[in-house]
C-alpha cells in the first residue's frame, strides 16, 4: 500500500497531465527523483517518442544533492539543443518545485531551454 505522501503525489500527477501535453514543436521535460538519482526526459507526447533524456549516472555523481541535479538540466539541455528543441513545458511529475526539482528547472534554463 502506498504511503499518504505517495498517494497524494499521484493526485497531483494526474492533475498535472490533464493539462500538460508535450507536443512536436514543444515538448514536456518530465523529471523522476529517486533517493539517490534524478532522471529527466524530453517528450513528445503526440509522437510517443523520448527526444533526449539525462541523469546522474551519466554524471558520474553519487551524491543526491542540488549541484548533480544542475548538472543533468545543463546536460539534458545540451542535448536537446543537439536535437533542435528550444522550447519544453516542464512536468514537475508532482514533485513540489523545490529543492532538486528547481534545481535541475534552473540547469536546464541555464543550459538554453525556455519554459
Known sequence: MATKKEQR?????RSIRKKVSGTES???LSVFRSNKRI???IIDDV???TLASASSIEIGEGK???DSAGAV???LAEKASANGVKQVIFDRNGYLY???VKALADGAR???LEF
Do not use: D, T
Open 47 to 49: 509522437q510517443g517518442k
Open 26 to 28: 514543444r515538448p514536456r
Open 9 to 13: 503525489r499521484q493526485r497531483i500527477k
Open 110 to 112: 541555464e543550459g538554453g
Open 98 to 100: 523545490h529543492g532538486r
Open 64 to 66: 543526491n544533492n542540488k
Open 39 to 41: 532522471y529527466a526526459q
Open 73 to 75: 538540466g545543463k546536460l
